[in-house]
């Protein structure tokens, strides 16, 4: 069964630093996605990278996929109060089986 | 708008008293999942249907089971609820499209156990 690492478990930061999540996995990634789930709320999916190498770009957040599609890494510019939430990763490739990571707990302070 | 509706948001049961969780969604997405999260943990899958077909999670106890009358519903019903039980409860869809597949979740029933 693949495993999903994510690190940091927890951060805590000002508004305007930067971060980087990072999720790293024993296995080969067919694909792999990046969700958000704000408090009380369901997760909502950000992106979904495919290629090794690959970079996407959605306003302040940068995702990168790892040339050996183990590992992608989530970083976020000027981190906002807004941006606070669980940052998940997750693996769609099983039969409706996606993998989540153990996750990320961000909380960005005004 | 098209979307993923759980209710209620909040629920509060007594040990051991029968609940009842719904799930309705206007997708018209072919798979349906519930997932039980913990304290901010990741969510961990329980069953979920593929049309009318009904796949459980090894690890689900039998405490748990699933209804899901026609496409739009789903349902989450727990026997005897233990206190470890208590959990947010996510219901989730989607499409089988060959690729490019993503999941779209409700905003969950926080239940809690007396």
């Known amino acids: 069964t693949q495993l999903l690492e994510q690190s940091p478990q927890f951060l805590s930061i000002q508004e305007g630093e930067n971060l980087t999540v990072y999720c790293n996995s024993s296995s080969v990634f067919s694909s792999l996605q990046w969700y958000r789930q704000e408090p009380g709320e369901g997760p909502v999916l950000l992106v979904t990278v495919v290629t090794g190498g690959e970079v996407k770009k959605l306003k302040r957040l940068t995702f990168q996929f790892g040339d050996a599609r183990k590992d992608s890494s989530l970083h976020i510019t000027a981190a906002q109060p807004g941006d606070t939430g669980l940052y998940l990763c997750?693996?769609?490739?099983?039969?409706?089986?996606?993998?989540f990571g153990t996750g990320t707990r961000l909380k960005v302070l005004a | 708008d098209a979307m993923v509706i759980q209710n209620p948001r909040y629920q509060v049961t007594q040990f051991g008293k029968p609940v009842t969780l719904s799930c309705s969604q206007t997708?018209?997405?072919?798979?349906m999942y519930w997932y039980q999260q913990k304290s901010s943990q990741a969510p961990k899958l329980l069953f979920h249907y593929y049309d009318k077909d009904f796949n459980n999670e090894a690890d689900t106890p039998d405490n748990f089971q699933s209804r899901r009358p026609n496409t739009s519903f789903c349902f989450l019903d727990i026997r005897s609820p233990g206190l470890g039980d208590a959990a947010m409860y996510l219901c989730a869809t989607s499409r089988v499209t060959g690729g490019d597949e993503k999941l779209f979740f409700g905003s969950g029933t926080q239940l809690s156990v007396l």
């Open positions: 997750a693996d769609p490739s099983g039969t409706y089986k996606y993998i």
């Open positions: 997708l018209n997405h072919n798979v």
